[in-house]
């Protein structure tokens, strides 16, 4: 027993007698714990020296994420491209354009494919393991490219664009495994004290694909004929190619075994990934994590793990991961992607937007550099609430612009305000919000939270993606840029949910935040609260009111 601390808001301290609400933890620490190195004093370049096979098998994971900015990007940029245009789409007042009902059934339907992939997910990566999921995932997009490529073949409009359509379906699927399956993976291997940066390579190499795809895009916007845009189609092969190939090579993450209760298997793949560490101890401690989980917050129970994720205190954990993910939406990340063809109706060349949209995507790739070291000193959720007021007051601006679509320095403006908001996007939500959506999950239940998590953000996706077409198109809501006043309002209401739901995850071990959920802790607390008398008092009446309702079999 010890004494601990809770430091209020004001900066007061309040002592109490420890009473430890959950099984002990042995005092003794192993010499280094790569799984948990968050409390033992070394640096980050130390914790990248001491664990290069881990941070390499990360990085090469995140080969996920470059996939699907590319892929999803390219799908979508490709109707911006005069050749795509004049297999695909109609022609108003010698104009060509594409219908906002197929632009936005080919955004939205291949989020529907994401939700599919990413919920059937968490069954198949708990079954098959978290390599296998990936490969999996590389195999079906690998499929949907072809059908995506293949489909300008169809003699009628009606059936190139249905056709076009199942592909984007069917490579959604494909997007939403192996996204999903990149974050649980990498959150399982990564050592506390960079896994901030490393699950946060999720946005940056998502920016990384999705500037290569831009680059490709814009490299052949004003060729005519259909190799325009079936380049950038088929490029896509060579990311789905590499997944599949790396899902065979990468070692199984040990929690997957430690899970099915194979110790052998699990100390194996430990060191693979990890050298120069006390495995025992190491693979011990992930199995203490997992145990006190499945006592406290699981019941005991072997009832649906995916049903445990909308229970009592893993319901706040699996919510914040929802909204961590969907988060983007209300930033308006749907709605920049089509600012290329916005523009293009308003009047500004082709070859003009797509100039605009590169370098509002390149600037992300500083930015997300950049949050790595605001989440390391300022925290996740501080950097992501100041990210989203800030991205409000700048599509507040471009509103307001929009209301002067006939001018043409107003038109830069739109596109200018463009860049900065991804820049800030990146700064903040962009760069925390993948992180703070694995931090937040439990262990048992990892693979689960991601997959609702990334299914939800699916969804947004989907809703966004169906919805905000009406809004901008000439054809329907001709809002134009004038949308943005709409996304100023959802900045704000998503300040507001972050406020009420986020909490600080910076420097904690994933066994430390299972108490503090388990204490019920409000959000706005989770950064200052310190273990000791304050969490015994408070995790003892909790375990006793669990024991209680145990007993008489609630």
């Known amino acids: 027993m010890s004494s601990n601390e809770k430091k209020g808001s004001e900066g007061s301290t309040e002592t109490v007698e420890d009473v430890q609400a959950s099984p002990p933890v042995p ?3 192993p010499k280094h714990d790569a799984a948990d190195d968050s409390m033992d004093g070394s640096s980050v370049w130390e914790c990248v020296k001491q664990n290069p096979k881990a941070i390499f098998y990360s990085f090469l994971m995140s080969v996920g994420p470059t996939a699907f900015g590319f892929d999803n990007l390219v799908v979508g940029l490709v109707a911006s491209m005069p050749g795509f245009q ?14 906002s009902l197929w632009l936005a059934l080919w955004n939205a339907m291949t989020a529907v494919g994401i939700m599919v992939g990413a919920v059937t997910n ?15 995932g590389g195999a079906i997009a690998t499929v949907g490219i072809a059908i995506c490529y293949i489909s300008d073949r169809r003699d009628s409009l009606g059936d190139r664009r249905n056709m076009f359509l199942g592909g984007k379906i069917l490579l959604g699927a494909g997007l939403g495994i192996f996204q999903s399956t990149s974050q649980t993976y990498i959150s399982e291997i990564a050592p506390a004290r960079i896994r901030g940066p490393l699950l946060s390579s999720y ?3 998502s920016v990384v694909g999705q500037l290569i795809g831009t680059s490709i895009v814009y490299a052949r916007v004003k060729m005519l004929e259909p190799s325009s845009y079936q380049v950038p189609l088929a490029s896509q092969w060579a990311f789905s190619g590499a997944i599949i190939l790396i899902g065979l090579i990468i070692p199984e993450s040990p929690v997957y075994y430690l899970k099915k209760n194979n110790m052998d298997k699990a100390a194996r793949c430990y060191r693979r990934l990890y050298f120069g560490t006390d495995h025992t101890a190491a693979i011990t401690k992930m199995k203490e994590t997992l145990d006190y989980e499945q006592t406290n917050e699981l019941h005991g129970k072997q009832s649906s793990l995916l049903l445990e994720c909308f229970r009592g205190v893993n319901w706040r954990r699996t919510r914040i991961a929802i909204l961590a993910v969907s988060l983007q939406q209300c930033l308006g990340m749907s709605y920049v992607g089509h600012c290329a063809y916005i523009l293009q109706q308003a009047g500004m060349a082709a070859d003009r937007t797509l100039m605009l949209m590169q370098v509002a995507i390149a600037v992300g790739l500083p930015a997300n550099i950049i949050s790595w070291f605001l989440m390391a000193t300022l925290g996740r959720r501080t950097i992501i609430f100041h990210s989203t007021v800030a991205v409000g007051f700048l599509w507040l601006a471009s509103g307001i612009a929009g209301c002067f679509s006939g001018n043409h320095t107003a038109l830069w403006f739109v596109g200018i305000a463009m860049i900065i908001i991804m820049f800030t996007f990146g700064l903040g939500v962009g760069g925390a919000y993948p992180v703070i959506a694995a931090e937040v999950s439990a262990s048992q239940l990892r693979a689960q939270t991601q997959g609702i998590a990334y299914m939800s953000g699916g969804f947004s996706t989907w809703l966004f993606s ?12 001709n809002l134009g840029a004038r949308t943005g006043f709409v996304f100023a309002a959802l900045c704000a209401l998503g300040a507001v949910v972050v406020w009420v739901e986020f909490p600080e995850t910076k420097g904690r071990s994933y066994l430390e935040l299972d108490e503090m959920f388990d204490l019920k802790l409000p959000a706005r607390k989770f950064g200052s609260f310190v273990f000791g008398g304050e969490a015994g008092k408070l995790g003892q009446e909790e375990g ?8 008489e079999g609630v």
Do not use: C, H
């Open 27 to 29: 005092d003794q620490k």
């Open 544 to 551: 006793d009111r669990k024991d209680a309702a145990r007993a």
């Open 466 to 477: 169906f919805v905000v077409p009406y809004m901008f198109n000439t054809d329907e809501g």
């Open 122 to 136: 968490g069954y198949v990566q708990d079954r098959f393991g978290r390599r296998w999921s990936f490969s999996l």
């Open 86 to 99: 004049m297999v695909f789409g109609d022609m108003i007042d010698g104009k060509l354009f594409i219908p």
């Open 203 to 205: 946005t940056l190499m």
